[in-house]
């Protein structure tokens, strides 16, 4: 379930990520398999080869990619999350979300 989003955040999301572009969402989620885990970044593509380009930038496998719904996208979690985030100019999402002190 996704919490703290704005329609009109998802919807930038989706087009960019159906118009190719990398594009980046992060939002409050619970999920009971990461119950530490308070939020999730999607980063997504519809543009495979460049999604698997980029998620190996960071060692990401491309059989994590999840495909549901049309928007194929990485979730990233915890240490990780936060690292490519930063490492990506997305500074806003980890004030927003406060993730400095969120790990898994």
Aim: hydrophobic fraction near 35%.
């Amino acid at each position: 379930m996704a919490f703290g989003l704005k329609r009109q955040e998802l919807n930038e999301w989706k087009r960019k990520v159906s118009d190719g572009e990398i594009a980046f969402i992060t939002h409050y989620w619970y999920d009971p398999r990461f119950p530490d885990c308070q939020t999730v970044t999607k980063v997504g593509c519809i543009n495979l080869q460049k999604l698997t380009v980029w998620g190996e930038k960071y060692g990401l496998k491309p059989e994590w990619i999840d495909f549901r719904k049309d928007y194929p996208h990485y979730d990233l979690l915890g240490e990780k999350q936060i690292i490519i985030l930063k490492q990506e100019g997305y500074t806003d999402h980890i004030r927003r979300f406060h993730l400095t002190k969120e790990f898994c």
